[in-house]
């Protein structure tokens, strides 16, 4: 019984389960900023300058959204854990950009890495800025004394 609740609790996950799973998420943010963007541009006058703005945007909120899940979700590798995760979120956007037949571009590839990796920073240090509750200092200061 203890077992189950420390699972749904996600104390028993490695470093590389909350990878994937913050990835995951962060990449499910990412497509549906970029599903709702268009109806946002319909509003500006010239809606063909602001597209790779707008993309930006939405790759910068499923960064930072991510390395903050994966931020949080990691003891003590909190950084790593973001960079990884912007990591896995790069390279699924270049297996998807595969399909189609022109492939990626060189320079958008490093602005989505570049802007990936940052606000997955971000997010990281955002969760190393709020701390943790005192429930979890406890919960750490009683393993330590064991």
Known sequence: MEKAKKIRKGEN???WVNILIAGGIGLGVILFSVLISPLL???AENPDGLVLLTLLICVALGGFIGGFISAKASDGAEIVSALLTAMVMVIAILICSFLYKKGFSLTGLLFVVGTLSL???LGALAVLKMGNNKKHNM?????MRR
């Not at 919960?139 to 393993?143: G, H, N, V, Y």
């Open 41 to 43: 541009l319909l509003k």
């Open 119 to 121: 606000s997955s920073l």
């Open 139 to 143: 919960k750490k200061l009683k393993k």
């Open 13 to 15: 996950q490695s470093l």
